[in-house]
């Protein structure tokens, strides 16, 4: 595989990186660059008409394997492509969908799995959520509750009648389908009786419960099954192995959790900001306060956007990559913390007012505000989530510090 990817010289790039900024001006509608640009949330009919501008040009999953519409593209080249969308203010695709279950059924599901549910991720028929978080599960996710239970039915087929619950679900209400972690081995010990099941979120006996967040957005969902009954061959890999499918599906999760495209989208946002706003007679930008902290945000961004490459490149020669993959969701949720905190320090008292729907479309600023401010603290507190989410900070100290560490 490795002797197809593309190999880039600086001139390549360069024609690819024009190539790209050419087809953004000329695909991404202006409203939603400006919600892109603010940091605000995109609907659903936005992010799909995006991506079938993406899907027509080819680039809707540039990573996955030619035969599924790849690119078969260098690391340094997919860096390049999602920097010029950041630049020009063009969406993320959804990541659960095409960083995870994607590559996912790509790696481990049968050939009609594949048929199947490829092609309905790639024509955005089905869109995704992660279902492995329970209410009493989740650092200790090995710890999981959700009972699968095989059975034959009356006609002869054979099902999983699934009971439980997920919780912390995101974009749940989006989603046509949903990947689970099933417990179908009470007893053997808590990793070995652990499956790996796609259950359509149209089942009888799937629900979902919203749950707002303290930035007033519906991000979250609890999903509840009760008795579903989910096909056998909706089943990924062999029972009772999908402890080894979501440790593999993690540590991908988690090189995508540096965030780089995100963190270089919110600090081209504060250095907007920095050139928008004036302090004590001076572009805040040359304010020594802001500058030093800044320039300290810039290279931590390029050291580890830097360092994602590399990893990617290991990825890309077909390395398994480990759990110093960890690494990098600290460093990438905590700068994106840091660059929060200071649009909020440099907006100041202009983002305490809360406006829930400066969310999802552009305030009108009062007169002398900026337009970045009705929506600073919530962004903030999204933020404040990206600690937790695809396992806690102290979980992957604890990770590091044993396993890569040996402490
Ligand atoms: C933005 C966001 C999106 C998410 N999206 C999804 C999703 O789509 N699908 C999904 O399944 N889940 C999702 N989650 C859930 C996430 O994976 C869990 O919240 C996370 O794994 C932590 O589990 P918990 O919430 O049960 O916290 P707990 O495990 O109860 O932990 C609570 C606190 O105790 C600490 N702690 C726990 N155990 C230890 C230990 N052994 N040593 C030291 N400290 C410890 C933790 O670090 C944490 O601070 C999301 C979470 C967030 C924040």
Redesign the pocket.
């Known amino acids: 595989m490795t002797d197809s990817i593309t190999t880039d010289d600086d001139a390549s790039l360069q024609d690819f990186r024009r190539e790209v900024r050419e087809f953004v001006a000329r695909s991404l509608p202006h409203a939603v660059r400006e919600k892109v640009r603010l940091g605000l949330e995109l609907s659903k009919p936005e992010l799909v008409d995006w991506q079938r501008r993406l899907a027509e040009r080819g680039w809707l999953a540039p990573h996955w394997p030619a035969e599924w519409q790849g690119c078969n593209w260098s690391a340094e080249r997919r860096a390049a492509f999602q920097e010029e969308l950041v630049l020009a203010h063009a969406p993320e695709s959804g990541g659960?969908t095409f960083e995870m279950i994607g590559p996912i059924l790509i790696r481990y599901g049968t050939p009609a799995q594949q048929q199947y549910f490829l092609p309905r991720i790639l024509n955005q028929e089905h869109w995704w959520?992660?279902?492995?978080?329970e209410p009493n599960?989740?650092?200790?996710?090995a710890s999981l509750k959700t009972r699968a239970v095989r059975k034959t039915r009356p006609d002869g087929t054979e099902v999983y009648v699934v009971s439980g619950s997920?919780i912390?679900?995101?974009y749940a209400q989006y989603a046509d389908w949903v990947f689970c972690l099933v417990r179908t081995d009470t007893e053997a010990r808590a990793q070995r009786g652990i499956s790996f099941l796609l259950i359509d979120m149209r089942s009888p006996g799937v629900s979902v419960r919203p749950l707002v967040g303290i930035h007033g957005w519906h991000?979250?969902n609890q999903v509840f099954f009760d008795e579903v009954e989910v096909p056998v061959q909706n089943l990924v890999g062999e029972e009772n192995a999908g402890w080894t499918i979501a440790k593999s599906l993690l540590e991908h999760e988690r090189l995508n959790l540096a965030r780089v495209a995100e963190n270089r989208r919110r600090l081209a946002k504060v250095r907007a900001i920095g050139n928008e706003l004036e302090e004590g007679g001076q572009p805040l930008s040359q304010r020594p306060w802001f500058a030093r902290r800044m320039r300290a945000l810039e290279v931590r961004l390029e050291a580890l956007a830097a360092t994602v490459l590399r990893f990617r490149k290991r990825a890309r020669a077909g390395e398994t990559l480990g759990p110093e993959t960890g690494m990098l969701k600290l460093l990438g949720s905590r700068l994106i913390q840091d660059i929060e905190n200071l649009a909020v320090d440099a907006l100041g008292p202009d983002t305490l007012a809360y406006d829930r729907a400066a969310h999802f479309e552009p305030a009108v600023p009062q007169a002398g505000q900026s337009a970045y401010a009705a929506a600073a603290s919530a962004r903030r507190f999204v933020t404040r989530?990206?600690s937790?989410?695809?396992?806690?900070?102290?979980?992957q100290h604890?990770l590091l510090a044993k396993q890569v560490l040996g402490l």
């Open positions: 659960i959520c992660q279902g492995y978080s599960s989740g650092s200790d996710l997920k912390w679900t995101s991000l979250f989530g990206y937790i989410a695809g396992g806690s900070s102290e979980i604890e």
